[in-house]
């Protein structure tokens, strides 16, 4: 959730470090905290709300200058978004400064130990007590990095923390327990982050932090222990992307130009999938085809909008492999104690690769025995690194907090590996195969298409923002696009916004059809599933009936719908597995545009984050 970047080399740390945090503020913005050291001292500033009031802040009464430092932008878990809350989080002699993402289950028990002792804790997060168990144990061992280590082994939960000390000027010190963490290696200089986002424009070398490890940066090097005080193993790696591509580039909003940005998204993630024996190939596949011939169920895990991608696959999956495929909401998957073995195949889905939801759910399948394959956007993040084989999607940064590009290119990721299922088990045949791919091959242009023709969707989204409800209804892979766009104007318009399988309208929901209602409509082609057609447009007339706003997404040349909708928005002819590719787009631009009518932040909707990394 939390944003985090760490500093320590000859540039000003404190415009490092607040640069790095404008990146990040997609992480949260509940508030906003710096500390930097100076001159033997610790300085901090923070401020409830948006990085903005922290820079007013810091022009008001600016920091010392320094060239070690640390910031933090929130999410808000223990505790409200105030100033007290803020991090960073310092010890009553305020020699010691903490960020940190995540959540200490145990934190209470901790705080009750220290104010035994005779702490005064300020704040209500658990974040504090780190602060003041540093203090403790650096006046013990003069060794923050020793410090942070004994600190971890007696902490609970999930988190990334980051600290300096008075004491020891020229070092950050950061530890990762199932939360992001990325170090940047430049020149005399080093960075800590949750996204190399943060430092992108100073150093595109990086390396990924695994799982309970502790980090030391100083300006001549970068040293990685476990919390057992071991040496660590890491894996350097390039970034393959730079700054311009987390510019806003001319767009009032990220999500303008990450809405813009997927014709070419979707052609990356195509790029290089045929191998020179004409076989489709994945980035890594630690899985043989012995075993994935084994395989009698996959099981999709994943939350919020990659939830909706997982249900398009299953249709895919089903249908290219013969295989049965259930889709489960990650939060809820280990819960209900899933049936699972090792001739199941469990793919996960994540744009971050840190959704600790779905993290969750990955490490409880391979408890079972399960193989586990990731679909993510994130090169190093832990949810790949945990998997046992990944297929990365070429989206590039998406810094809003409503996907777009990651969601198609989440679909065409799930259309990939249900055919190299379907090659590797042999029931589908090569021909087959390439002509999918070249019909996903075209798709780049589809939508290109469809974002120009744009405008009077535009128009249409503005009419409807004194609007308080919209339903949404589809069949087939139509209802999992239904369910997206009802999900994009709930986090982006704060609207009530369902979304229906349309032959469910008559089992209930038609009850809230009523005047003018606004009732948005994925129709399927009436080529290849023409029985669907004709069953959705009844489903119109029977809504339109009863006064409903009808708005109609349906292909070229499809006339039969034309007399039932009151707006029809035309988006190219598809084969039909492929359709939500093309559909979605409408939904993505009538959402960011709603929500920029009702005056609402589409960059930042109101307490969301991008990368869901807490429980």
């Known amino acids: 959730m939390c944003g985090i ?21 997609y992480r949260g913005y509940d508030s906003a905290g710096v500390a930097v050291l100076s001159d033997g001292s610790l300085a901090a500033a923070k ?22 430092g640390i910031g933090h932008t929130r999410w808000a878990t223990h505790g409200g978004p ?62 923050l990095a020793e410090a942070m280590r004994l600190v971890c082994r007696r902490l609970e939960g999930a988190f990334t923390l980051v600290a300096v000390h008075a004491d020891d000027p020229d070092v950050v010190v950061g530890a990762r327990r199932n939360s992001p963490l990325v170090v940047g290696v430049g020149e005399g200089e080093a960075f800590l982050a949750s996204d190399v986002a943060a430092f992108i424009a100073h150093t595109r070398s990086a390396i990924e932090l695994g799982q309970d490890q502790v980090v030391e940066l100083r300006r001549d090097g970068v040293t990685v222990t476990g919390f057992d005080g071991r040496p660590a193993d890491v894996r350097s790696y390039h970034v393959d992307w730079d700054a311009s591509a987390a510019e806003k580039g001319g767009y009032d909003y990220f999500m303008l130009k990450e809405i813009a940005e997927q014709p070419k998204a979707v052609a990356d993630t195509l790029l290089g999938r045929i191998d020179a024996a004409g076989s489709l190939t994945l980035d890594e596949v630690r899985i043989s085809t012995a075993e ?92 790949p690194r945990e998997s046992d084989a990944v297929l990365y999607t070429h989206a590039g940064p998406e810094v809003a907090v409503a996907s777009t590009k990651a969601f198609l290119t989440q679909l065409v990721a799930c259309y990939l590996v249900a055919l190299y299922l379907g090659q590797v088990r042999g029931t589908k045949w090569g021909d087959e195969i390439r002509a999918v791919i070249r019909d996903l091959s075209k798709i780049s242009q589809e939508v290109e298409r469809v974002l120009k023709t744009m405008e009077p969707v535009r128009e249409l989204a503005r009419s409807l923002a004194t609007k308080n409800t919209v339903l949404f209804l589809g ?23 369902e979304g229906f399988a349309a032959g469910e309208l008559k089992h209930g929901p038609i009850a809230l059809i009523e005047k003018d209602l606004p009732v948005v409509v994925v129709v399927p082609s009436p080529r290849g599933r023409s029985v669907l057609h004709d069953k959705i447009v009844s489903n119109i007339q029977e809504i339109r009936a009863r006064g409903a706003r009808t708005i109609v997404i349906a292909e070229e040349g499809d006339e039969a719908v034309a007399p039932y909708a009151d707006h029809l928005i035309r988006i190219p002819a598809t084969p039909t597995l492929l359709q939500p590719l093309v559909a979605t787009v409408p939904l993505q631009v009538f959402a960011c545009e709603l929500a920029t009518a009702r005056g609402n932040e589409v960059d930042q909707p109101r307490n969301l984050a991008k990368s869901v990394t807490v429980e």
Not at 5 to 24: C, N
Not at 350 to 361: N, V
Not at 478 to 490: F, R
Request: proline content about 4%.
């Open 82 to 143: 105030t100033d007290a809350n803020a991090h960073p989080h310092l010890d009553n002699a305020g020699r010691v400064a903490v960020v940190h993402n995540g959540i200490i289950e145990n934190f209470a028990v901790l705080r009750a130990e220290l104010e035994e002792r005779g702490h005064a804790l300020d704040s209500e997060t658990d974040t504090e007590v780190v602060a003041h168990l540093l203090a403790e144990e650096f006046s013990a061992t003069a060794d």
């Open 5 to 25: 970047v760490g500093y320590v080399g000859p540039q000003s740390a404190l415009d490092v470090v607040v640069a790095g945090l404008k990146r990040l503020e």
């Open 475 to 497: 069949r087939h892979v139509g209802y999992p696009v239904a369910l997206e766009g009802a999900l994009k104007l709930k986090e982006l318009a704060y609207m009530h916004a």
């Open 292 to 383: 994935l011939r084994e395989v009698d169920k996959v099981v999709i895990v994943a939350c919020g909008t990659a939830f909706h991608a997982g249900l398009i696959a299953k249709y895919a999956i089903e249908h290219w492999t013969r295989i049965p495929c259930e889709v489960e909401l990650a939060s809820e998957f280990r819960y209900r104690d899933p049936i699972l073995d090792p001739r199941t195949l469990v793919i996960a889905i994540s744009q971050s690769g840190e959704t600790m939801d779905t993290l969750m759910a990955l490490r409880h399948a391979r408890e079972q025995g399960s193989k586990v394959l990731a679909i993510c956007n994130t090169n190093g993040s832990t949810i």
């Open 47 to 68: 401020r409830a709300g948006k990085l903005v009031n922290l820079e007013k802040a810091l022009v008001e009464r600016p920091l010392p200058s320094g060239t070690t």
